[in-house]
């Protein structure tokens, strides 16, 4: 089965950087897009940035541009979000995803909290 387990969140104060890592499994990594969401407290679950399959193309949310960087490594079936200048509204509960063919698998994600 689809299994999807992130990592490397934390408290960051503002400026810094993180990186999550989502190690996936159960299905043909290299074939799927990854997207990675966010829900802030009080809000929704929110689109952060998105990698195709095969990494050469990426987009992401205006509030993250210039700032955040997504990556893949088809070998070791890992995606990961490389966060910088980090500022206290990035505060989230940050999850993986995948969706294929209509249906949508989580991870159940990892916490970021920035504050100083």
């Known amino acids: 089965q689809v299994q999807l387990v992130e990592s490397g969140g934390g408290l960051v104060q503002p400026g810094g950087s993180l990186r999550l890592s989502c190690a996936a499994s159960?299905?043909?990594?290299?074939?799927?897009?990854m997207s990675w969401y966010r829900r802030a407290p009080g809000k929704g679950r929110d689109l952060v940035a998105r990698i195709i399959s095969t990494g050469t193309s990426a987009s992401y949310a205006d509030s993250v541009k210039g700032r955040f960087t997504i990556s893949r490594d088809n070998v070791k079936n890992t995606v990961y979000l490389q966060m910088n200048s980090l500022k206290r509204e990035d505060t989230a509960v940050y999850y993986c995803?995948?969706?294929?063919?209509?249906?949508?698998?989580w991870g159940q994600g990892t916490q970021v909290t920035v504050s100083s």
């Open positions: 995803n995948t969706n294929h063919w209509g249906t949508d698998y």
């Open positions: 159960g299905f043909a990594f290299s074939s799927y897009a």
